[in-house]
């Protein structure tokens, strides 16, 4: 079961090891390219700050985005600002969030998230961790995906791995980590298929960052190609 005062608690830390690392930029390293193609790193701190803040909108009731089209502005319009602006927007926007997780609240009523996805409110936490966490990594300011938390990368791996589940484009496929975590992906059946090795590349893989699985050895066929996140 999800405990989302754990997972909070993890958001605070990710939030100040990411705030941390940030605020060693310059204005010129802000407008430098992250991991992700055609964005700069201000472009991430400023998907962080309004991802926080779409967040607050999930826990009211209100619609998380008011369009993909309002989302996609708000990112480029932040992502030129100077460091200090956009420290003290995620800042205030993380602060934001956390105020809404502390009044009293059902944790296990079904929120909307973006696209039409449900969730249960308590995993709302974790999916922030998520942003925070692998958005550090994808700063390109030396976090890798070797870093995270242990425990944040088996969980990472069994949601990515779920949300593969039962989709016949992807072939069952059994995961095996290095250190003897294992779970499943693909469609159903028993798998043939077998993917192995350290658990940073296993999430690479399923994340589709880092070397996206090219040091993953395999066993009963190639890897499989994974539909875009």
Known sequence: M??????????????????????????????????????????????????????????????????????????????????????????????????????????????????????VAANVPFRRLVEVELHHVDLNVGYGLEDLPEEFTGREIAFLADRWSDRPEVPPTALAADDGRTWRTGAAGEPALTVSGPAAALLAWLAGRGDKGASLTTSGGPLPALPPL
């Open 2 to 119: 999800t405990d989302h005062v754990h997972d909070l608690q993890c958001v605070r830390e990710a939030t100040d090891r990411l705030l941390t690392a940030a605020a060693h930029l310059d204005n010129a390293a802000l407008a430098g390219q992250s991991h992700l193609p055609g964005w700069t790193r201000g472009h991430v701190l400023a998907h962080l700050s309004r991802n926080a803040d779409a967040l607050v909108n999930v826990f009211a009731g209100r619609p998380m985005y008011d369009s993909a089209e309002a989302r996609d502005k708000d990112i480029e319009q932040g992502s030129g600002r100077p460091l200090p602006e956009q420290l003290a927007d995620l800042r205030a926007s993380h602060d934001r969030f956390m105020a809404q997780t502390e009044g009293d609240q059902d944790w296990s009523r079904t929120v909307e998230l973006r696209n039409g996805v449900t969730d």
